[in-house]
């Protein structure tokens, strides 16, 4: 809906100039009239397609974004554990997604079930990433997006064995090849082995925005707050490059990093 959104209004725009100065107002303004109807039309099919996802847990688990948690739940549990990064990168995506239907707890709350139901769950992954790819349609950057946000995740505390082998699985069936992925992997690996070399104590306090006095309760609440403000979100990217992503997900790993140096620094 957000790029109808952004296309609608440079035809409007475009509408307007050729009007304007090619045919006559009266023309313009009506076009212009039906061009708001019919992205109002689009609003409200939208709003009723998302309440009618959200209407039941089965439904929603084959939905694009349905399946995508599936997968975030694969990529998590691959190594029989979840860090605190990934746990609150997990979290604020379901309220990044809840936020866009009717219901936000109750879709939560779906999120939630879809995600605990797979997490347990080994022998469909192959099938659930089929079915996604399927969705995706032509959509490279969508697949990118996706790939590369569970990139950061399985990163977040350094990618195990069994989590690049999840996520080779999965790329395989999403027609990303073995050398794309290694080089989205490679490229994410380098940004994160230029920040760690550079940052020192009092620039992680800095980056953080705590002073060296502040307690670490206070800290982390800090920490989580800036990690919420600036993580790669799975809804806006959807509208924006891949350079976004990147972007966003440079940024929540430096506050990150910032945050394990000073705990370690405050034990």
Same mark, same amino acid.
């Given at each position: 809906?957000?790029?109808?959104?952004?296309?609608?209004?440079?035809a409007? #725009?475009?509408?307007?100039?050729?009007?304007?100065?090619?045919?006559?107002?009266?023309?313009?303004?009506?076009?212009?009239?039906?061009?708001?109807? $019919?992205?109002k039309?689009?609003? #409200?099919?939208?709003?009723?397609?998302?309440?009618?996802?959200?209407?039941?847990?089965?439904?929603?688990?084959?939905?694009?974004?349905?399946l995508?948690?599936?997968?975030? &739940?694969?990529? &998590?549990? $691959?190594?029989?554990? #979840?860090?605190?990064?990934?746990?609150?990168?997990?979290?604020?995506?379901?309220?990044?997604?809840? &936020?866009?239907?009717?219901?936000?707890?109750?879709?939560?709350?779906i999120?939630?079930?879809?995600?605990?139901?797979e997490?347990?769950?080994?022998?469909?992954?192959?099938?659930?990433?089929?079915?996604?790819?399927?969705?995706?349609?032509?959509?490279?950057l969508?697949?990118?997006?996706f790939?590369?946000?569970?990139?950061?995740?399985?990163?977040?505390?350094g990618?195990?064995?069994?989590e690049?082998?999840?996520?080779?699985?999965?790329?395989?069936?999403l027609?990303?090849t073995?050398?794309?992925?290694?080089?989205?992997?490679?490229?994410?690996?380098?940004m994160?082995?230029?920040?760690?070399?550079?940052?020192?104590?009092?620039?992680?306090?800095?980056?953080?925005?705590?002073?060296?006095?502040?307690?670490?309760?206070?800290?982390?609440?800090?920490?989580?707050?800036?990690?919420?403000?600036?993580?790669?979100?799975?809804?806006?990217?959807?509208?924006?490059?891949?350079?976004?992503?990147?972007? &966003?997900?440079?940024?929540?790993?430096?506050?990150?990093?910032?945050y394990?140096?000073?705990?370690?620094a405050?034990k």
């Amino acid at each position: 809906m957000i790029k109808l959104k952004k296309w609608v209004y440079i035809a409007i #725009v475009l509408v307007v100039f050729y009007y304007i100065f090619i045919v006559n107002i009266w023309v313009t303004l009506g076009v212009i009239a039906a061009l708001y109807v $019919a992205f109002k039309l689009y609003k #409200v099919y939208a709003k009723n397609k998302l309440r009618k996802i959200s209407s039941s847990k089965e439904l929603f688990a084959e939905s694009e974004l349905g399946l995508f948690i599936a997968l975030v &739940a694969k990529v &998590a549990k $691959a190594d029989g554990r #979840v860090d605190e990064l990934e746990a609150q990168l997990i979290g604020i995506m379901f309220d990044d997604i809840s &936020a866009i239907f009717p219901d936000k707890d109750k879709t939560r709350g779906i999120l939630k079930e879809i995600f605990n139901e797979e997490k347990e769950r080994d022998d469909d992954t192959k099938e659930i990433a089929q079915s996604l790819n399927r969705l995706l349609g032509r959509s490279v950057l969508k697949r990118r997006q996706f790939v590369g946000f569970l990139i950061q995740l399985a990163s977040s505390g350094g990618m195990s064995s069994d989590e690049d082998r999840v996520l080779r699985e999965i790329v395989a069936e999403l027609n990303i090849t073995p050398d794309e992925y290694s080089a989205m992997l490679l490229k994410f690996e380098n940004m994160l082995k230029n920040k760690q070399q550079s940052m020192s104590l009092e620039e992680a306090y800095k980056i953080l925005g705590v002073n060296e006095s502040d307690d670490i309760n206070a800290i982390k609440k800090t920490y989580r707050k800036l990690v919420r403000q600036y993580h790669p979100d799975i809804i806006k990217s959807q509208d924006k490059d891949e350079a976004y992503m990147e972007e &966003a997900t440079a940024k929540t790993q430096e506050i990150n990093q910032a945050y394990e140096i000073i705990k370690e620094a405050k034990k």
